[in-house]
T-cell receptor, first 114, second 114 residues
């Protein structure tokens, strides 16, 4: 299975600022996914990022708020823009693949907006 | 992807088998059953998946009913480290190039006690 390095692991940010989260994979992958996990809740998919094309956003998520870059097959970034306390969540990246069709997740970025 | 129903919480004594049920009565013929778990503050971890036959790996066993409308994840000898949220997910395409998103429900909080 792929190994994912996600940075930063946690951050405390001021409202109105932006934070960029990085996801580095140790192998080339076609599809990468970004999830949000609000406190006490399950994971919600934000968007799917394919290399060389625009990310596909789920209902309720927009590119202006969560711009995503996917410059190559091993790297992606998610930016949380103009943050408010409601954006306080864990953000996780994931890649598809592996020997048995499973998905691998990064360790997450715990974001607190004050 | 088909919707799943899981009990919100379960308890298990250390060393005993933990049996986690999942209902997926609207599952389609080409949809697989996946199980993931999320230990506190970590990214979800793949456990096992199956289509119609029972499956076993080093972590767990997956029992799928003949009509495929429900399944049970079995941790044969639960340890304290198995305390986590367990997610049952059904989706098509367990491999190849047709990966897609995973849709997480609320999962089952499994607490293993001494």
């Amino acid at each position: 299975s792929a190994v994912i390095s996600q940075k930063p692991s946690r951050d405390i940010c001021q409202r109105g600022t932006s934070l960029t989260i990085q996801c580095q994979v140790d192998s080339q992958v076609t599809m990468m996914f970004w999830y949000r996990q609000q406190p006490g809740q399950s994971l919600t998919l934000i968007a799917t990022a394919n290399q060389g094309s625009e990310a596909t956003y789920e209902s309720g998520f927009v590119i202006d708020k969560f711009p995503i870059s996917r410059p190559n097959l091993t790297f992606s970034t998610l930016t949380v823009s103009n943050m408010s306390p409601e954006d306080s969540s864990i953000y996780l990246c994931s890649v598809a693949g592996g020997a048995y069709g499973g998905y691998t997740f990064g360790s997450g970025t715990r974001l607190t907006v004050v | 992807d088909a919707k799943t129903t899981q009990p919100p919480s379960m308890d298990c004594a250390e060393g005993r088998a933990a049996n986690l049920p999942c209902n997926h009565s609207t599952i389609s013929g080409n949809e697989y059953v996946y199980w993931y778990r999320q230990i506190h503050s970590q990214g979800p971890q793949y456990i096992i998946h199956g289509l119609k036959n029972n499956e076993t790996n080093e972590m767990a066993s997956l029992i799928i009913t003949e009509d495929r409308k429900s399944s049970t994840l079995i941790l044969p000898h639960a340890t304290l480290r198995d305390t986590a949220v367990y997610y049952c997910i059904v989706r098509a395409n367990a491999g190849g190039t047709s990966y897609g998103k995973l849709t997480f429900g609320q999962g089952t909080i499994l607490t293993v006690h001494p």
